[in-house]
């Protein structure tokens, strides 16, 4: 769910910022409605990108929304307790404990924002979900409905009506000029006005009584603005109109945006009319006026596309163009160009294997105070050393190099002193020593290798837990394995050594 929630909130963002800037472009820039349809599709195209795959950046996401149902808390293992013996060492980690507590918690604060929003975010997730797929559901079951009464009329009206051999050549003509196929034409009954519908192949669906006095100027003006469709290929853009309304239908941009889809796509197909019949604006332009005043019967499915303007505002600019304008019928290479800048920017690259999903949050580190130190007793105080004067024949005479002495004091007897000096000792002594000293210094490397081999098996068990508690969702588990990992692992609190 939450790379979903990700591509959701990405796909809002960018989409946005793209619908804004075409709307500027399409408002300020001097560009012909060929250029502005393609622009609206290049934003359709980006509605129904899949969230399978990346993009070349990402949105910011000041709100965590990539940790929105991931299900994962932020935690860090406790610190470990410390021995005794490493008393000074403890005193250091205490002190260090104490400002990255007070870092975590200034940390904490400035974060609670952002976790409240992701924890918000979760809560009404299923709630969105739930009604989200209810409204995909209902808008599918109405178009659904539509397309099927639609294919019935068309059946029906093939057999019963059979369409006029003077209209199919017409067309047939039409077609030529235009450099595409001859387009079937089905007439039907109850249609106020042409329109053309298909998935694979077109066809032409043509009333069968037009509400207006059918003159050839009037009818050859229709057909080519309906082959002019069929030539740009708007038929196939109908029918991604109708994936992305089932998906984004409570979104008011997909409709602001197949609005402005449709008003261009009808300018381009009158560019095409005066082009192709430059003699028969004004037949084309009484033509429109006719079909707009005709009473519509029914509503259309939303993959098909006709001649009939969708609102007053765009009927007069279609008359405008069609009496005064002359626009290009195709994009330039300037345009094309800038058309292929913005699908490189906007549009997904196609390596979700190779781009791993957007991170979540950074987790707050949670330092856990060390236990309070147990208190010292007090030492005893030395017995006290009384002075004993030693004759001056038996003072040793003076070492080269000072040594050790261990003094034992006994009140009420004499003082003995105890050297430990082995450079009195014979030769036979110091070749012991070396002995030993080699036999200590073996005997503490081989304790050594044997400590860090234990130690090197037990951070791989540990890891291998971790992906097992990982694999299982026991991701609190697997968080506080890793961060203890990361502070050093078994024995980074411990030293081993042989005493001297």
């Known amino acids: 769910m939450a790379s979903v929630t990700w591509w959701l909130f990405q796909n809002i963002v960018i989409t946005t910022v793209l619908v804004a800037l075409v709307a500027v472009i399409c408002r300020a820039g001097r560009v012909g409605p060929v250029a502005r349809h393609a622009l609206w599709v290049l934003v359709l195209v980006k509605f129904v990108t899949p969230p399978l795959v990346v993009w070349p950046w990402a949105a910011p996401d000041p709100f965590g929304i990539a940790a929105v149902g991931s299900g994962a808390r932020d935690s860090v293992a406790p610190i470990p307790p ?134 050839d100027a009037c009818i050859d003006g229709l057909l080519v603005h309906e082959l002019a469709h069929v030539k740009r290929g708007d038929h196939l853009v109908g029918w991604i109109e109708l994936g992305a309304g089932i998906a984004w239908w409570w979104n008011p941009l997909f409709w602001f945006v197949r609005s402005a889809l449709r008003e261009q796509a009808e300018l381009a197909c009158d560019a095409w009319v005066i082009s192709a019949l430059p003699n028969g604006r004004r037949a084309y332009a009484e033509s429109l006026l006719a079909l707009s005043g005709a009473a519509f019967r029914g509503a ?125 000792l014979p030769a036979e002594g110091q070749t012991l020593l070396d002995a030993f000293e080699k036999d200590r210094e073996a005997i503490q490397l081989e304790a050594e290798k044997r400590v860090e081999a234990r130690r090197e098996g037990a951070v791989k068990a540990l890891e291998a837990l971790q992906d097992q508690l990982a694999k299982a969702g026991k991701l609190d588990e697997a968080v506080a394995i890793r961060d203890y990992l990361r502070a050093g692992g078994p024995g980074s609190n411990v030293r081993y050594a042989i005493k001297r």
Do not use: H, N
Request: proline share 15%; hydrophobic share 50%; with cysteine.
């Open 82 to 215: 410390i021995p005794e013996d490493a008393a000074p060492v403890a005193m250091d980690v205490r002190a260090a404990g104490t400002g990255v507590l007070s870092g975590a918690r200034s940390l904490t604060r400035t974060d609670d924002a952002s976790r409240a929003a992701s924890s918000l975010a979760a809560s009404a997730w299923p709630w969105f979900l739930g009604i989200w797929v209810a409204g995909s559901l209902l808008l599918l079951s109405i178009e659904g409905v539509r397309l099927v009464r639609l294919a019935r009329r068309m059946r029906a009206a093939r057999d019963a009506l059979p369409a006029d051999p003077a209209l199919v050549t017409r067309i047939a003509s039409l077609s030529a000029r235009l450099g595409i196929r001859p387009v079937p034409v089905v007439l039907v009954a109850g249609l106020s006005s042409p329109a053309v519908w298909g998935f694979g192949r077109p066809r032409l669906l043509w009333p069968a009584d037009l509400p207006m006095e059918a003159t």
């Open 300 to 424: 259309s499915p939303m993959a098909m596309v006709g001649v009939r303007a969708t609102s007053r505002r765009v009927l007069e600019r279609r008359l405008v163009m069609i009496m005064q304008g002359r626009v290009p019928l195709r994009l330039p290479m300037v345009g094309l160009f800038c058309l292929a800048l913005a699908a490189a920017a906007t549009l997904p690259a196609w390596a979700a294997s190779q781009q791993p999903p957007p991170p979540p949050p950074p987790p707050v580190p949670v330092v856990a105070q060390a236990p309070p130190t147990p208190p010292v007793p007090p030492a005893r105080p030395a017995p006290a050393i009384r002075a004993v004067r030693v004759p001056a024949m038996q003072t040793p005479p003076k070492p080269p190099t000072p040594s050790p002495v261990r003094v034992l004091a006994v009140p009420s007897r004499k003082l003995t002193v105890y050297v430990s000096d082995r450079t009195k």
